[in-house]
């Protein structure tokens, strides 16, 4: 028994050397790995660069008039355009004028052939001349008649005969006159004259060809006056107004070309249900018609603490902005508002900021928090305002 006991008490003090030197290893190793820590912390912060910054890539945050408006897109039309048709059948001659040549009002752009029409001219016109002699002859019956008459020798029934036969005389003569001016305008119309000015968008017939009364010859566009034609919801519509403003992107034009809204149609569109409103663009150089065109159109002003969209970042599940706090970077977590435009640049209202801090804009990029910057040498620290 008294060996049993041994046993035991052996085994027990085994088994808490062991235990006790397990904690010491553990101890050892616990104590290792935070050496190895702080010594990384402290190499990462002896090596932690400096960011500089510049003058531009801070901002202010400072109450501005944002414009909010509504987003419209489509592609710009000129105001003024026009087919040219073929207002007689014949053969199309003399055509010279391609895509992109400038004409001018009233200029020829081609002829159908005259031939015929011109040989109906001078039938229409020989038989007007024929009915204005029947003409002279029923008027000098007429005289005739009238005369004898007043002496007695013939009835007055003979007299009215002579006088309804001078007034169908007239009025062939009248029909006659009419059907050569129908034919003169026939030969008119087989010139074709540019009825504005402007440049030849398309050719849609070649000299030679047979043309149909109504075809279409060329497209003539004046870009002096171009459009764009915004299809809105009848929501949105409510509150546009002929007058108000719009900033435009267009298709490769680096800056926001203005405009104004024209005119807003009365009627929605069937099926869409949309009001097409129209803006027009003010004058620019080398606006073409069909190019794409995108911007907002301002339909209200509100004065708010705002940023540029692009300083605030997204990344995060709740946005924020890197805001210089002394000489490190902070993310301060802030809540969104109205967007709208100032100067043309997006905006966009937010909360959660004091007046007067200074953040970093979007060109600079995301920085951790804590991030060590400074203004490069000879930039002043005053930040940029919008």
């Given at each position: 028994?008294?060996?049993?006991?041994?046993?035991?008490?052996?085994?027990?003090?085994?088994?808490?050397?062991?235990?006790?030197?397990?904690?010491?290893?553990?101890?050892?190793?616990?104590?290792?790995?935070?050496?190895?820590?702080?010594?990384?912390?402290?190499?990462?912060?002896?090596?932690?660069?400096?960011?500089?910054?510049?003058?531009?890539?801070?901002?202010?945050?400072?109450?501005?008039?944002?414009?909010?408006?509504?987003?419209?897109?489509?592609?710009?039309?000129?105001?003024?355009?026009?087919?040219?048709?073929?207002?007689v059948a014949g053969e199309l001659q003399g055509m010279t004028v391609r895509e992109g040549d400038a004409v001018r009002a009233g200029q020829i752009i081609a002829r159908i052939d005259p031939t015929e029409y011109e040989a109906r001219l001078r039938q229409a016109q020989l038989q007007a001349d024929a009915a204005k002699a029947q003409i002279d002859i029923a008027q000098r019956q007429y005289d005739n008649n009238?005369?004898?008459?007043?002496?007695?020798?013939?009835?007055?029934?003979?007299?009215?005969?002579?006088?309804?036969?001078?007034?169908?005389?007239?009025?062939?003569?009248?029909?006659?006159?009419?059907?050569?001016?129908?034919?003169?305008?026939?030969?008119?119309?087989?010139?074709?004259?540019?009825?504005?000015?402007?440049?030849?968008?398309?050719?849609?017939?070649?000299?030679?060809?047979?043309?149909?009364?109504?075809?279409?010859?060329?497209?003539?566009?004046?870009?002096?006056?171009?459009?764009?034609?915004?299809?809105?919801?009848?929501?949105?519509?409510?509150?546009?107004?002929?007058?108000?403003?719009?900033?435009?992107?267009?298709?490769?034009?680096?800056?926001?070309?203005?405009?104004?809204?024209?005119?807003?149609?009365?009627?929605?569109?069937?099926?869409?249900?949309?009001?097409?409103?129209?803006?027009?663009?003010?004058?620019?150089?080398?606006?073409?018609?069909?190019?794409?065109?995108?911007?907002?159109?301002?339909?209200?002003?509100?004065?708010?603490?705002?940023?540029?969209?692009?300083?605030?970042?997204?990344?995060?599940?709740?946005?924020?902005?890197?805001?210089?706090?002394?000489?490190?970077?902070?993310?301060?977590?802030?809540?969104?508002?109205?967007?709208?435009?100032?100067?043309?640049?997006?905006?966009?209202?937010?909360?959660?900021?004091?007046?007067?801090?200074?953040?970093?804009?979007?060109?600079?990029?995301?920085?951790?928090?804590?991030?060590?910057?400074?203004?490069?040498?000879?930039?002043?620290?005053?930040?940029?305002?919008?």
């Amino acid at each position: 028994m008294q060996n049993k006991m041994k046993r035991w008490i052996q085994w027990g003090l085994l088994a808490l050397v062991v235990v006790l030197l397990a904690l010491g290893i553990l101890r050892a190793l616990s104590a290792r790995k935070a050496q190895q820590a702080a010594l990384a912390e402290q190499t990462a912060r002896g090596a932690q660069a400096v960011v500089e910054l510049t003058a531009a890539d801070v901002l202010t945050l400072q109450t501005v008039e944002l414009t909010r408006g509504l987003p419209v897109s489509g592609t710009l039309k000129a105001v003024n355009s026009a087919f040219v048709k073929a207002r007689v059948a014949g053969e199309l001659q003399g055509m010279t004028v391609r895509e992109g040549d400038a004409v001018r009002a009233g200029q020829i752009i081609a002829r159908i052939d005259p031939t015929e029409y011109e040989a109906r001219l001078r039938q229409a016109q020989l038989q007007a001349d024929a009915a204005k002699a029947q003409i002279d002859i029923a008027q000098r019956q007429y005289d005739n008649n009238k005369a004898l008459v007043n002496q007695g020798f013939i009835s007055r029934t003979a007299l009215d005969t002579s006088q309804a036969s001078l007034n169908g005389a007239r009025a062939s003569y009248e029909a006659a006159a009419a059907a050569a001016d129908v034919a003169r305008k026939s030969l008119s119309d087989s010139v074709l004259k540019a009825p504005m000015s402007g440049f030849v968008s398309q050719r849609l017939a070649q000299p030679g060809e047979r043309m149909a009364v109504d075809a279409k010859i060329v497209e003539i566009v004046d870009l002096s006056r171009m459009e764009l034609e915004a299809a809105l919801s009848a929501a949105d519509s409510v509150g546009v107004r002929v007058g108000q403003q719009a900033q435009l992107q267009v298709e490769g034009y680096a800056q926001p070309v203005p405009a104004r809204v024209a005119r807003i149609n009365p009627s929605t569109q069937a099926g869409s249900r949309s009001v097409l409103v129209y803006l027009q663009l003010k004058p620019v150089p080398g606006l073409r018609q069909g190019l794409f065109v995108e911007g907002t159109l301002g339909t209200d002003r509100l004065k708010t603490p705002a940023l540029p969209l692009l300083a605030v970042r997204t990344d995060k599940p709740v946005p924020y902005v890197q805001v210089v706090d002394g000489e490190q970077v902070r993310h301060v977590s802030v809540t969104l508002g109205a967007r709208g435009q100032v100067g043309g640049e997006d905006m966009v209202a937010v909360s959660g900021l004091g007046e007067g801090a200074r953040v970093l804009a979007g060109s600079v990029g995301p920085l951790r928090e804590g991030t060590l910057v400074r203004y490069t040498a000879g930039q002043t620290a005053q930040p940029q305002t919008r």
